[in-house]
């Protein structure tokens, strides 16, 4: 499968932003699809997952409550609405897709995903 993601951009601490990240090539909802982030000099980290029916969603603790990841598998897109957005959000975001069976505590781990999307740069000024 191929992903596209889109949506980065400059934006002041406290604003929001909305990425999006369009897949094609295969059946969408074989995937668990994830968002990932790396910052300059950091690992690629973990940030969000949706189940293939987008009915179990995991975050990362520093997210929690203002970050929201969703998908539309009419359009074979996922989305990461990005709320009060501070300064350490600042990253290049990655989309990812996995077809591991279950939705398991393994979504976290950058290593369970089959399909990359190319990065959308985040920058969140202070």
């Known amino acids: 499968v191929q992903l596209q993601a889109s949506g980065g951009g400059l934006v002041q601490a406290g604003e929001s932003l909305r990425l999006s990240c369009a897949a094609s090539?295969?059946?969408?909802?074989?995937?668990?699809m994830a968002w990932f982030r790396q910052a300059p000099g950091k690992e690629r980290d973990f940030v969000a997952a949706?189940?293939?029916?987008?009915?179990?969603?995991d975050y990362k603790d520093s997210v929690k409550g203002r970050f929201t990841i969703s998908r539309d598998n009419a359009k074979n897109t996922v989305y990461l609405q990005m709320n009060s957005l501070k300064a350490e959000d600042t990253a290049a975001y990655y989309c990812?897709?996995?077809?591991?069976?279950?939705?398991?505590?393994?979504?976290?781990?950058?290593?369970?995903?089959?399909?990359w999307g190319q990065g959308t740069l985040v920058t969140v000024s202070s």
């Open positions: 990812a897709a996995t077809a591991l069976g279950r939705f398991t505590a393994s979504v976290r781990s950058a290593g369970v995903y089959d399909y």
């Open positions: 090539g295969r059946t969408f909802t074989r995937y668990h």
């Open positions: 949706i189940s293939w029916d987008g009915a179990i969603t």
